[in-house]
T-cell receptor
Framework: DAGITQSPRYKITETGRQVTLMCHQTWSHSYMFWYRQDLGHGLRLIYY???????DKGEVPDGYVVSRSKTENFPLTLESATRSQTSVYFCASSENPLSYEQYFGPGTRLTVT | GENVEQHPSTLSVQEGDSAVIKCTYS??????FPWYKQELGKGPQLIID?????GEKKDQRIAVTLNKTAKHFSLHITETQPEDSAVYFCAAPAWGGTGKLIFGQGTTLQVKP
């Protein structure tokens, strides 16, 4: 089905491990975003990408790495997971910056023990 | 940069009553104000938005009002139903026209039957 998907939906990992969260969209949207959602903080932008091979930091980028070799994929990697990175992660996409409307994936709940 | 404050953090109403959620923003140049609804276990979804050239927009039971002078906008839900129970987020564009949004902290709305 068309849309935006995330995998895995749930992940438990240990402190210090590397973990990659996947995001895939079928609309060929240029813009893609990664957010984390924590109680009391709403949605905070981690990284975003304006096109393939173009990425930039958001509000809370420390400890995360992104890449975008293809328009449809935007993986987020936690290089060395910490307990403070326990959160729900959402990927989103947008057709163009002027429309601003973002389409969100279903989220990945990550627990770092 | 843009800062978005959202109140209240939780709101409980009886079915059939109205609900109002308010947001303030800091950047007077902002011109687009969306509201997202997040149902349990899902990603946020755009439900209504308003651009700065209008003061109010309605879509059935939901409406958004904008006061540019005071730099605040509100979501109004009338005749609330149990399926309106969700987390609601307001947002405003981040500086720079990059398509990024700054989200409020979220409001958990509970509609009691």
């Amino acid at each position: 089905d068309a849309g935006i998907t995330q995998s895995p939906r749930y992940k438990i990992t240990e402190t210090g491990r590397q973990v990659t969260l996947m995001c895939h969209q079928t609309w060929s949207h240029s813009y893609m975003f990664w957010y984390r959602q924590d109680l009391g903080h709403g949605l905070r932008l981690i990284y975003y990408s304006a096109a393939a091979d173009i990425t930039d930091k958001g509000e809370v980028p420390d400890g995360y790495v992104v890449s975008r070799s293809k328009t449809e994929n935007f993986p987020l990697t936690l290089e060395s997971a910490t307990r403070s990175q326990t959160s729900v992660y959402f990927c989103a996409s947008s057709e163009n910056p002027l429309s601003y409307e973002q389409y969100f994936g279903p989220g990945t709940r990550l627990t770092v023990t | 940069g843009e800062n978005v404050e959202q109140h209240p953090s939780t709101l409980s109403v009886q079915e059939g009553d109205s609900a109002v959620i308010k947001c303030t923003y800091s950047d007077s140049a902002s011109n687009y104000f969306p509201w997202y609804k997040q149902e349990l276990g899902k990603g946020p979804q755009l439900i209504i938005d308003i651009r700065s050239n209008v003061g109010e927009k309605k879509d059935q039971r939901i409406a958004v009002t904008l006061n540019k002078t005071a730099k605040h906008f509100s979501l109004h839900i009338t005749e609330t139903q149990p399926e309106d129970s969700a987390v609601y987020f307001c947002a405003a564009p981040a500086w720079g026209g990059t398509g990024k949004l700054i989200f409020g902290q979220g409001t958990t709305l509970q509609v009691k039957p």
